[in-house]
């Protein structure tokens, strides 16, 4: 049961141009969602997140789009760089609904390989 | 600050050991979980601490254990090893409080070898 889908394995971009990372979710309980960038050998880390009381969120060259009546949210970098090329995590948790089943506990899909060609 | 540690990076072990992998939050977090990241299964929660109580517990066998310290450090265990257990382990620590409760910060993973 994959409660957080991201269904495309791969995704390449020119530098310069817009990466739009998608990931859709089923369980309506979730009201928290984090993208994670990972290196290999490395931990994830932490790009951007938003609560399901709003439906955009913007830091620098990432923002995030939340779309609850869809269960679909999206991250957009512009202007993509060689450095961005990373796998991406979209994650999810029922952060405000915290309790029993919920604490400490990210559900994450299965990854985006973004590669950013120069 | 300092991020989140783990020790140590690379483990080699048999099938039927047990191994002990440790994990030191961010100053100040007190909750730390754990996940487990494989190829087929991608990233995995196994369990969280919070003041030295484990809150929450994933979907995994009772050979996986863990615990926490006074000082948020934590430990998690896995008994009569098997080598479906290989597999990168990943600790994150979260503050709990304030605007970046929701947000779990990573370390750099144990990479556990079965064979």
């Known amino acids: 049961d994959q409660q957080v889908k991201q269904n495309s394995p791969s995704l390449s971009v020119q530098e310069g141009r817009i990466s739009i990372l998608n990931c859709d979710y089923t369980?309506?309980?979730?009201?928290?969602f984090l993208w994670y960038k990972k290196y290999p050998a490395e931990g994830p880390t932490f790009l951007i997140s938003i609560s399901s009381i709003k439906d955009k969120n913007e830091d620098g060259r990432f923002t995030v789009f939340l779309n609850k009546s869809a269960k679909h949210l999206s991250l957009h970098i512009v202007p993509s760089q060689p450095g961005d090329s990373a796998v991406y995590f979209c994650?999810?948790?029922?952060?405000?609904?915290?309790?029993?089943?919920?604490?400490?506990?990210?559900?994450f899909g299965q990854g985006t390989i973004l590669t950013v060609h120069p | 600050k300092a991020g989140v540690t783990q020790t140590p990076r690379y483990l080699i072990k048999t099938r039927g050991q047990q191994v002990t992998l440790s994990c030191s939050p961010i100053s100040g977090h007190r909750s730390v979980s754990w996940y487990q990241q494989t190829p087929g299964q991608g990233l995995q929660f196994l369990f969280e601490y919070f003041s030295e109580t484990q809150r929450n517990k994933g979907n995994f066998p009772g050979r996986f254990s863990g615990r926490q310290f006074s000082n948020s450090r934590s430990e998690m265990n896995v008994s009569t090893l098997e080598l479906g257990d290989s597999a990168l382990y990943l600790c994150?620590?979260?503050?709990?409080?304030?605007?970046?409760?929701?947000?779990?910060?990573f370390g750099a993973g144990t990479r556990l070898s079965v064979l």
């Open positions: 369980n309506s309980m979730f009201d928290y």
């Open positions: 994150a620590s979260s503050p709990s409080t304030g605007n970046a409760k929701n947000i779990q910060y």
């Open positions: 994650a999810a948790s029922s952060a405000l609904n915290a309790g029993g089943t919920s604490y400490g506990k990210l559900t």
